[in-house]
């Protein structure tokens, strides 16, 4: 069973920075396509960002390019994302996410990231 | 980018009774990428449907996808009381992936 555990969340200052991790167990993250995926309280699922199996490709949704930065170190069955410049709207659960293609199949249990004064 | 338009917003029915989701898109959705998920109160979204009609593995077959192009239906048939939750729809046939606003439904 492929299972997902993020952590890193937590209460960071407009304006400041976040690094949110990913452990992925039961299979080989190199197997997998990784996503970020948040949800803002009582809001519906935005997808943040994707890197290919390699580490070759990555892709943002706009909104975030520049601010964010999506990584993985497959020696360590792990993924990151690299917030800066946090914003208010920024606040969310997110959620790292797997699949064999661009397809989302596994999720993790979400980590709450509060950016506020 | 591709936007998804789920209707309607919210579904009240009852142990069951049939219910059928839509998904619209705003252009035609290569290789019919379209997904449905379910999410809880709480939980993180599970995987339903993939490929349009294609069933996750593990999922009852009273849940059933349809539709191509820009046109997609989820239907659950005799609806269960764990059936409650949101439902959303996904492309992830170009980037920015993108997902509807949800279909809540009640039972």
């Known amino acids: 069973e492929v299972q997902l555990v993020e952590s890193g969340g937590g209460l960071v200052q407009p304006g400041g920075s976040l690094r949110l991790s990913c452990v992925v167990s039961?299979?080989?993250?190199?197997?997998?396509?990784m996503n970020w995926v948040r949800q803002a309280p009582g809001k519906g699922l935005e997808w943040v960002a994707n890197?290919?199996?390699?580490?070759?490709?990555?892709y943002y949704v706009d909104s975030m390019k520049g601010r964010f930065t999506i990584s993985r170190d497959n020696a360590k069955n792990s993924v990151y994302l690299q917030m800066n410049s946090l914003r208010a709207e920024d606040t969310a659960v997110y959620y790292c996410a797997a699949g064999w293609g661009w397809l989302i199949e596994h999720w993790g249990q979400g980590t709450l990231v509060t950016a506020s004064s | 980018e591709i936007v998804l338009t789920q209707s309607p917003g919210t579904l009240s029915l009852s142990p069951g009774e049939r219910a059928t989701l839509s998904c619209r898109a705003s252009q035609s959705i290569g290789k019919n990428y379209l997904a449905w998920y379910q999410q809880k109160p709480g939980q993180a979204p599970r995987l339903l449907v993939h490929?349009?009609?294609s069933r996750f593995r593990g999922i009852p077959d009273r849940f059933s996808g349809s539709g191509s192009g820009t046109d997609f239906t989820l239907t659950i048939t005799r609806l269960e009381p764990e059936d409650f939750g949101v439902y959303y729809c996904?492309?992830?046939?170009?980037?920015?992936?993108?997902f509807g606003r949800g279909t809540k439904v009640e039972i």
């Open positions: 490929g349009a009609s």
């Open positions: 039961g299979l080989p993250l190199s197997t997998f396509w």
């Open positions: 996904q492309q992830y046939a170009s980037s920015p992936l993108t």
């Open positions: 890197i290919k199996q390699d580490g070759s490709e990555t």
